[in-house]
Nanobody
Framework: QVQLVESGGGLVQPGGSLRLSCAAS????????MTWYRQAPGKERKAVAA????????NYEDSVKGRFTISRDNAKNTVYLQMNSLKPEDTAVYYC?????????WGQGTQVTVSS
């Protein structure tokens, strides 16, 4: 079955960096776009970065443009989110998402906390 497993979250000071990873299995990873979402306490889950399957085209939510970079390694069935210049407002649980045969699949999430 489809599985998505995120890792790489943690506590970081403002201005710092983290790289999140999402290991996928149970589907042909290279055939599907992948998206990173985040959910802050008391707020709705929101997409922050997406990458297409074939050409690896990317799209970003305005608040993370120029700071976050999404990438994928189809040989490793893994999607990454490089997060630089982190701000306290980036604090959230980060989830990766795949839509396979019309169904949304989510990982368990990884906590990112930006605080001094």
């Amino acid at each position: 079955q489809v599985q998505l497993v995120e890792s790489g979250g943690g506590l970081v000071q403002p201005g710092g960096s983290l790289r999140l990873s999402c290991a996928a299995s149970g589907f042909t990873f290279s055939n599907y776009a992948m998206t990173w979402y985040r959910q802050a306490p008391g707020k709705e889950r929101k997409a922050v970065a997406a990458i297409t399957n074939t050409y690896g085209s990317t799209n970003y939510e305005d608040s993370v443009k120029g700071r976050f970079t999404i990438s994928r390694d189809n040989a490793k069935n893994t999607v990454y989110l490089q997060m630089n210049s982190l701000k306290p407002e980036d604090t959230a649980v980060y989830y990766c998402n795949a839509v396979v045969w019309g169904k949304h699949y989510w990982g368990q999430g990884t906590q990112v906390t930006v605080s001094s």
